[in-house]
T-cell receptor, first 113, second 112 residues
Framework: AQTVTQSQPEMSVQEAETVTLSCTYDTSESNYYLFWYKQPPSRQMILVIR??????QNATENRFSVNFQKAAKSFSLKISDSQLGDTAMYFCAFMKPGNQFYFGTGTSLTVIP | KAGVTQTPRYLIKTRGQQVTLSCSPI?????VSWYQQTPGQGLQFLFEYFSETQRNKGNFPGRFSGRQFSNSRSEMNVSTLELGDSALYLCASRAGEQETQYFGPGTRLLVL
């Protein structure tokens, strides 16, 4: 089974600052996908960003970007210009095609005004 | 397109009862997965159905079962409810094996 580790249970950041959330995973697969999901206090889980393992270029979605280090099996999420609406639980996830998603335990991020 | 919908949104049951939760995936999505989310255990995978067949299964007792219909709608059933089954149950759908999973709002189950 694959494992996904998020070593930061809680983090905080000042509004407009930048924060990086860490994620590591363990797999022997070469073809897989990585995701960051956001779950605001209202509980609807939302996709933040997706990365295909075969792509060397790091994915970017507006203020959200990833640092994907395949050899190190690391997949961190950087949030730039943090906003109050970024306050949420963030989950890192791993998926091998045809297989289930594996989620980390989550990082609770609080943006401080 | 409409998102993933789940019914009911809230449910209160007593120990020993059974419960059925429903999930309607995004139109065109053939895969539906179910998760149990609790503060202590995080997000735990229950099972995934694809084209009416269970494709992947998590490590839950047989009291937890599911099925998927020909229109891709899915139901999850929990029999002989225990206090520890109190949780947020999330459903997620995806179009195919390499596709992103999209989540519904969840059903919050409270077992008294």
């Amino acid at each position: 089974a694959q494992t996904v580790t998020q070593s930061q249970p809680e983090m905080s950041v000042q509004e407009a600052e930048t924060v990086t959330l860490s994620c590591t995973y363990d797999t022997s697969e070469s073809n897989y996908y990585l995701f960051w999901y956001k779950q605001p206090p209202s509980r609807q889980m939302i996709l933040v960003i997706r990365q295909e393992a075969y792509k060397q270029q790091n994915a970017t979605e507006n203020r959200f970007s990833v640092n994907f280090q395949k050899a190190a099996k690391s997949f961190s999420l950087k949030i730039s210009d943090s906003q109050l609406g970024d306050t949420a639980m963030y989950f890192c996830a791993f998926m091998k095609p045809g297989n289930q998603f594996y989620f980390g335990t989550g990082t609770s991020l609080t943006v401080i005004p | 397109k409409a998102g993933v919908t789940q019914t009911p949104r809230y449910l209160i049951k007593t120990r020993g009862q059974q419960v059925t939760l429903s999930c309607s995936p995004i139109s065109g999505h053939r895969s539906v997965s179910w998760y149990q989310q609790t503060p202590g255990q995080g997000l735990q995978f229950l099972f995934e159905y694809f084209s009416e067949t269970q494709r992947n299964k998590g490590n839950f007792p047989g009291r937890f079962s599911g099925r998927q219909f020909s229109n891709s709608r899915s139901e999850m059933n929990v029999s002989t409810l225990e206090l520890g089954d109190s949780a947020l149950y999330l459903c997620a759908s995806r179009a195919g094996e390499q596709e992103t999973q999209y989540f519904g709002p969840g059903t919050r189950l409270l077992v008294l």
